[in-house]
Each structure stands twice: as C-alpha cells, then as structure tokens.
C-alpha cells in the first residue's frame, strides 16, 4: 500500500535534510454523532490556532525556509493539520504548501472515543509509523529533484505519525514500543520536535537512510 508512494532515488546520491515536525493544533471536540467522515476530520479550534501562532518564532529560528528549489511546507491532508500549516504559511511568509495523505491520521480522538475515518477502522501505531516514513521517503525525492543540499522542511502531522518517527530514530517499530512514545505526556510539550534525515547512495526503496532526533 505504502511503497506504492515512494519514488527511486538515484544511486550514488547524497542528501541531508532537517524537518521540523510540528503537531497540529488543538481541535474542535464532541463530533460524535455526526457522520464519520466529518467525525473523523475536524478542524481546528481559534484558541488551537493562537497556540500555533506562538510557535511561529521559534520555528523561524531554525529557518531560513527557502522556496526558490521546491516546497518548504508538507502537511497532512487532515483538517487539523490544514489549518495549522496555513497558520505557519501565512506566519512566516511562504507561498505554497503542499498536501500528502500519508502524512496523516484518519482517525480522530474525541472525548475518549477513536472515531476512524470510512475505510481505515484497522489503522493502528504501526501503519501510522509507516505511513509517516512513506512519506519522508517520497518528500525526499522531491527535494533530490531540486538538487539542494540540507534542505529545512517544515511538516505538519499528527501525535501518532510523528511519535512513529520518533520510534523508528531509536529502531523500535512494534506497536507497543510505539505506544509507550505516544502515550508520553511530553510527547508533545514543544509543539515541534526536529529531525535530521540522510540518504546515501540510494537505489529504489533501499534502506540506505536514516532518520535522527536533532541535538
């Protein structure tokens, strides 16, 4: 299902690139009831977008974000997570964002309840995690295609998503190992976290790559 996504990568390639992985902002709560393709997708709260706002300049430190060798703004396809990069977009100036639908969870949280999306009611911390990696995979052969070296990227995603990017920095890729991350309290205390990405000398889907946890 993922690896459909992913592009081949040249041999003998070499990139580096840093993410700066944002959790999307607080959303608006008790849609159940309604029907789970809304249920599923709710949008973000005002009070949630006050909260991104606040990230912005800290985000801004790790920049500049230049657009001039491709996108610089990734986000999920989920309302949430819509309404949070238009909030950075706007925030720090930049022109274009760019949806992927493995970048998100179709599955929401309401008051306790995991409500999934239609067709995605097995979806669980592992095909989280892979879809997330699917993602960078395919993100990064767009940033080969540009030719730039230690490309800032920011992208915007889910508690689930980015709690698997994590695990899989410290090699851990079962669901409990994933949960334990998830679930930490602190998870997402920063509203960020960062990454450092590096492939070398790639053919197809390999996994000649790594995925860091920045200093």
């Not at 029907?35 to 430190?61: D, F, H, Q, R, Y």
Request: hydrophobic share 40%; net charge negative; with cysteine.
């Amino acid at each position: 299902m993922y690896e459909e996504h992913i592009n081949t990568l040249k041999k003998g390639s070499n990139l580096k690139f840093k993410v700066i992985a944002v959790f999307h902002g607080k959303k608006v709560e008790g849609l159940k009831g309604q029907s789970p393709e809304i249920a599923a997708n709710p949008p973000m709260t005002v009070p949630g977008m006050e909260g991104i706002l606040k990230l912005v300049p800290a985000i801004k430190a790790f920049g500049p974000f230049d657009e001039s060798t491709g996108i610089v703004i990734w986000t999920s396809i989920i309302a949430r997570a819509m309404c949070t990069a238009s909030v950075l977009a706007t925030s720090l100036g930049i022109n274009e964002i760019q949806c992927h639908s493995l970048l998100g969870q179709f599955a929401n949280l309401d008051e306790g309840v995991v409500i999934p999306y239609p067709g995605h009611e097995q979806d669980d911390e592992v095909t989280w995690q892979k879809s997330g990696a699917c993602a960078l995979r395919e993100i990064a052969s767009r940033c080969y295609e540009s030719s730039e070296e230690n490309k800032k990227l920011i992208v915007v995603s889910h508690r689930p998503i980015i709690a698997g990017l994590i695990a899989l920095s410290r090699g851990i890729t079962d669901k409990a190992g994933i949960a334990e991350i998830l679930n930490d309290p602190n998870l997402a205390k920063n509203g960020f976290v960062i990454f450092d990405l590096e492939w070398s000398d790639v053919e197809g889907v390999g996994e000649d790559w790594s995925i860091k946890l920045a200093e």
